[in-house]
Structure formats: structure tokens, C-alpha cells
């Protein structure tokens, strides 16, 4: 949640959790579902509109999709990524 008045800025969920890669009777890895939307006012933050998903890419994140938002005069971009996590015990 935002509870400030910037131009920009950037909310979060993990909305999906599950374990994955069975073997053994244990799961190996967890996939996480994230979305990220950023939240602007200028449409010149636009030009912005690549930087999030190649700086998740960096940190081994999978873009799965995007969408466009408009919400109280903010402009939204809605991005959607994976990441699979080895767990501890299975590495």
C-alpha cells in the first residue's frame, strides 16, 4: 500500500506459493508468483516501462506477462514473474 503522495512508486504481492519438483517424497524447489505494478503519474515514465522487467530478469526472475492500469490518476503498468528457489535441503 502507498500512503504517500509520490509522483512513483512501486507495490508487490506473492500470490502464489507451491512446491515443486517432487522426489523422494520431498519437494525440491518452490515457485513463487509475483506481481509488481508501477504506479506513475507523468507519462514520461514510460520510458521506464522496460527497466522492471530486465532488472527482474537479472535477479532470476521469469516475465510471464503485463498489463496496463489506471487508477485515482496514476498510470500502472502490472507485471507478472516467476522464480523457482532450490531449497536448502535439496541442494
Known amino acids: ?3 504517500t ?6 507495490i508487490f504481492s506473492i500470490y502464489n506459493t507451491a512446491n ?4 523422494e517424497n520431498r ?6 508468483h509475483i ?6 503519474k507523468s ?3 514510460l520510458n ?5 522487467p530486465d532488472l527482474m530478469k537479472k535477479s532470476g526472475f521469469y516475465f510471464v506477462s503485463k498489463q ?3 487508477e485515482s490518476g496514476y498510470y500502472g503498468i502490472e507485471y507478472t514473474f516467476t522464480i523457482e528457489i532450490m531449497d536448502k535441503d535439496g541442494e
Open 1 to 3: 500500500v502507498n500512503d
Open 5 to 10: 503522495n509520490s509522483d512513483e512508486y512501486i
Open 20 to 23: 515443486t519438483d517432487l522426489c
Open 27 to 32: 519437494h525440491l524447489s518452490t515457485e513463487y
Open 35 to 40: 506481481v509488481l505494478t508501477y504506479w506513475f
Open 43 to 45: 507519462l514520461k515514465c
Open 48 to 52: 521506464n516501462e522496460d527497466k522492471i
Open 68 to 70: 496496463d492500469r489506471y
